[in-house]
């Protein structure tokens, strides 16, 4: 059994997380974090949640609990000025430790990192494309994942100044603080672009495939899932080249031609779909890869790499089975 | 006053249309066609209609009707083999008139074209690009409409091979008729690409715009609305030539920067409004229009077309005006 | 002409009234309250707002304007506190001047009423039941009006014990005010009681029936529109009462057997509709009530109010036609 | 291991019983009976599909394949047609076999019951009020078993011609069919009752309770979940006899004062929450009682009246953990 720390528990990529660690073989829970929920018991987050875990401390408690495994679901400002603890496996599902370049942050996140000697300890961890090394794990974006699941099986064949991004979110991406953008009535009956330009996956993106992207979110009136509409021009078969990446993998399916992909049937699941299509009109493969924002967008997918990074079985408590309608 | 018929009233469009001309001060309704509800009255379609419409007939004979403009609201196959009327307008809101070559139907609209000697006698009336000469206008698709008012303005200093058009639409888009995919157990929750490469309104685009473009539509959970996010190489500046074609435009609304566009505000209104964003990672222009796939993207736009097309006030009639939330 | 005054612009019930005050043919807007915009023109509220209109005031300088009309909407409490002009109508969007008697305020309110002598001055003011007499109108909540809609014909026939109104809304009625309970990823795909036997509208339904009702709400995921489902044991034809009632309504049709209400059908209006079905299995009369939260259940309203309390035709300005599918 | 048979797989009460039974520890799939898709593999139904299940057959062929257990997802008037199987557990989660008494079926079902001598065969199945007793198990319907865990526990104390039932339902409720009223163009954004005095669970409530009720059902554009609003006079405390009914229930949460019943807890589950209100200004109480209406209210119910059928721990194969946002 691994002792587990959440720190930021109460968020949605918190509560994402501490669903996968409940339902884990290998894991239990020793520390729940939450500034503002200190002091309550884990129902004060979800009636759900019964009596069998610990109280909520705050972060800072939780973060010196010894843990074996700790979660990071905290702001990315935050989570960038922490001390990782001593030992055991970090996993951080901010983007506080996912740009190598610290010069980046600035201009991409709004802030100056406050740890920049400490980035290069971390590692970028796309258990398909580039798996976890070490115990400091940057845990990847949901558009960066999903961006980056359909492309990088293209490298080497991609014209690389071609490459767009098209990306739609559901509005849980945005996580559970109080915005104008998350107001039901914004959100409803509504769609509409943000931060085009300026997503702070962008560079993320471009730093796990090594070239730029044009690349613009969407907002969609879903309560989870995203889709990445991605287009290049290639040198090759997009198919060949994806259905050769993903063979054997766990994780995610690439989708057999004349089935599209569906935020439904990914939704509640860590794991990903990919459709391949040729484009007649301009010839140019579209690849256009489905995941749920809060499953292999976030918790799921920390949850795969802490179980990397401890050498358990990848899919360990991961959601991958099941053909709800 | 002008006499109007509507064939295929029964239908979303066809609805919408009786929306439109109810409202309009020049129009009067004279017949409404619809082979399912012949026989009743009006309000059989809606409750809301009250007497002091026509009853329904069939579609034949209420194209017999004789009146001073003609709405088709029909299939696509179904306004194809019909024998325009002697003399009147007519403004077909199908896809039965709108590529000039016939020899493109079979491709994209899996028909043969019945008449095909007559589609030279159609105009492609897209108000704001191409407005309608002669009594027989083709009203353009709801993607088209989207895509060709974004990119229209930017002919000549476009880098054509680039053209991506990424488009989501609303299930009304998809009509009346059951299919599995407007079952709402299918559309709620869900976005999902469709006919990739293959929609028909892809050559109706290269058609307008003189060059073939990468376009996938999307389907949406929402009831109505369509947002089109188009990716172009240009040389020189998106935002002046899009706003300077424009300038004056009663319909189209180009928003000034720091403005994102929504679907929100231009559901049940008969005008589009344009986002012109400078993507920074690839220099790129991001061109996003929005509008109501029933209003600007069909009824709206047929009734621009007929006021046009008998000499009245273009904005006679449709929806341009309010500030809902 | 009427010169006309918004307080409190900028929240949904302000922008709706602005909506329906801009569309209408006797109003002319002189002053545009917002706390949050002073000093703003109207577009920073909504883009499609352009330069005709007067720029944003802080409301108190607003309400001192010197309008002929004059709508509140604010909040409950901010209201209640005002000193109304000296003269002019005034219409309250608010709960300010909805109760009679002053001590409900504390336990339904939560405040107490800062000018309690001031509450007899104002009429509560529901053109089908109880037309504005006087300048001063409390203008019904939403949930309110559905119910008296339906309950109200049915006065002197009812057994007041047995009344249950189960009521369902979209997330607007909220306001445009950020707070958990109209957070997307709360409202998407989830339907949720709430208020319970604490609902301000309960005492304010009961005040205008004459006696106590049960009275539940329901959130939504939907962005306007509201029902409320009727129940109630009575002695004779709930039909026959109902249609005599509304019979030569404006704004209230009553539906054809066989016809059931629909939140799409009255959504972007200022009417209502409702529909009477005979329960077999208990032989109980349910009457439900569709209308517009933001429509008939306020801005709509408030103008129908205005209207005649200005002795205009009571129709001008109001949403009331149109059959958008 | 006991071999397992669906008929009508293919709906989605089929493939969210073939979901449970595919996680379930005990079950193995022998036959898949669908007759549309007969002859394909199971990915035709669904690409998460994988080759270890059994090719479709005609439901017939499925029926004969001498299961240890069979669950008939078929159409209530398909499903009363049947001849059962000489032995095997079978659960029936149409409405074929619900209703005692065969006279109701005409009024309520449309259908004269073709096998009425059998209906005394089988026991109504709702684990919690009612375990199933026999190898041949009706399967509740989604509304009623709300409805009745709602209801059943107030039973003696309740005056029973108070009981209203005001239910909502998410839209696969009414199956994968195609019709008018669940194309998502009606479907979204919209709200409406439905069947009202007429819908088929009425009876089915009535039968289990005793007594009947005032049972009105909407629509809400959802993809999955149910809840129902009860109201009730009672003699005696409503959440004592609540409570006291479920303490210890693995399906069946009662949630404490303060905490509202929600859609969004219960979706892709097998459980149900119940919230339970005394509404202040008629002093009535108010039970709710909210569930998936495919999982408690469908296959997961079959699920858990087959594991106790068959002697098994009642929650093998049931969704009853976790706690996603």
């Not at 258990?127 to 080497?156: D, F, K, M, Q, W």
């Not at 064949?157 to 849980?172: P, Q, R, T």
């Not at 990914?266 to 890869?289: F, K, L, M, N, S």
Request: aromatic share 6%; glycine share 12%.
């Amino acid at each position: 059994m691994h002792s587990v720390a959440i720190i930021g528990a109460s968020g949605y990529a918190g509560q994402e997380t501490l669903d996968r660690v409940v339902g884990h073989p290998g894991f239990e829970v020793v520390a729940l974090g939450s500034d503002s929920l200190a002091g309550s018991g884990a129902s004060a987050l979800d009636v759900r949640l019964n009596g069998s875990l610990p109280r909520f401390v705050p972060n800072e408690e939780a973060l010196a609990s010894g843990a074996d495994l700790t979660f990071l679901c905290l702001g990315h400002e935050r989570a960038a000025a922490l001390e990782p603890s001593a030992d055991g496996v970090v996993v951080d599902l901010s983007g506080a430790h996912r740009l190598a370049d610290p010069a980046l942050y600035p201009a991409w996140y709004g802030f100056e990192h406050p740890r920049p000697e400490e980035l290069a300890g971390w590692t970028y961890g796309l258990p398909e494309v580039s798996p976890p090394v070490g115990r400091l794990v940057a845990n990847p974006g949901c558009y960066a994942t999903a961006a980056i699941l359909a492309l990088a099986p293209l490298a080497g064949a991609i014209e690389s100044g071609s490459v767009v991004v098209d990306a739609k979110s559901g509005v849980s991406g945005a996580g559970r603080e109080l915005k104008p953008g998350s107001h039901a009535g914004f959100v409803l009956e509504n769609v509409s672009p943000y931060r085009v330009g300026s997503h702070q996956h962008a560079p993320e993106i471009a730093g796990a495939l090594g070239y730029p992207v044009c690349f613009v979110p969407h907002l969609l009136p879903v309560r989870r899932g995203l889709i990445a509409t991605c287009y290049a021009q290639i040198d090759g078969d997009a198919r060949d080249l994806i259905e050769a990446a993903y063979a054997g993998s766990a994780a995610v399916r690439v989708l057999p031609e004349g089935v599209a992909p569906e935020l439904s049937r990914v939704q509640h699941t860590d794991g990903a779909e990919i459709g391949v299509y040729d484009e007649r009109a301009t010839a140019r493969p579209v690849i256009v890869c489905a995941l749920d924002n809060l499953g292999k967008g976030a918790a799921g997918q920390a949850v795969q790499n802490a179980n990397l990074a401890l050498d358990l079985d990848e899919t360990l408590g991961l959601k991958l089975t099941g053909v709800p309608v």
